[in-house]
């Protein structure tokens, strides 16, 4: 399977913990993106990588939220002392044309 | 927040029939995607239109846009058991085309 990648798929923590979810694009994909969809909503854009850059991260929710894209292979997010409010799905998306992205499976992210 | 916005947020229909489902925006885009969600396969591009074409076909699916009105149709012919799932419509503009805004999503059920 050439597709987006993600790990966890779900996963379970409690209010305070810190949890790191990894994405690994379609590999000829420059451009990487995070998004976060709650129970009844449509995506909702967080941030987006070109390569390692960083380019957009406005939307990120928090200062407790962060992205990373070590040599602009794989991404991590990661969420300092979750909160309940943080439980969602994470999606990552992955693409070489800019607005034609390609979707992962996502993280199921409840916090207990 | 929300560009897109869906209508109807559900739908059933018979296995055979067709399925029509209406996305509006608030701003002007650059182009229109719809996507498929089901929780087997997570969010597959279906079909993009750009803010100058009127109509696309792909398969059994039919998009229409209309820019002056700021909406978009979906159409699936000859819909099937497996095409149950949500539909979303995704936007991008302006300069931010790497950022899709998603709307709430159609749900619809393909009844065999």
């Known amino acids: 399977d050439t597709g987006v990648s993600q790990d966890p798929r779900h996963k379970i923590t409690k209010r305070g913990q810190n949890v790191t979810f990894r994405c690994d694009p379609i590999?000829?994909?420059?451009?990487l993106y995070w998004y976060r969809q709650t129970l009844g909503q449509g995506p909702e854009f967080l941030t987006y990588f070109q390569n390692e850059a960083q380019l957009e991260k406005s939307r990120l929710l928090s200062d407790r939220f962060s992205a990373e894209r070590p040599k602009g292979s794989f991404s991590t997010l990661e969420i300092q002392r979750t909160e309940q409010g943080d439980s969602a799905m994470y999606l990552c998306a992955s693409s070489l044309v800019i607005y034609e992205q390609y979707f992962g499976p996502g993280t199921r992210l409840t916090v207990t | 927040s929300q560009q897109g916005e869906e209508d109807p947020q559900a739908l059933s229909i018979q296995e055979g029939e067709n399925a029509t489902m209406n996305c509006s925006y608030k701003t002007s885009i650059n182009n229109l995607q719809w996507y498929r969600q089901n929780s087997g396969r997570g969010l597959v591009h279906l079909i993009l239109i750009r803010s100058n074409e009127r109509e696309k076909h792909s398969g059994r699916l039919r998009v229409t846009l209309d820019t002056s009105k700021k909406s978009s149709s979906l159409l699936i012919t000859a819909s099937r058991a497996a095409d149950t799932a949500s539909y979303f419509c995704a936007t991008d503009a302006g300069r931010s085309n790497y950022k899709l805004t998603f709307g709430k999503g159609t749900l619809l059920t393909v009844n065999p």
């Open positions: 590999s000829e994909h420059n451009r």
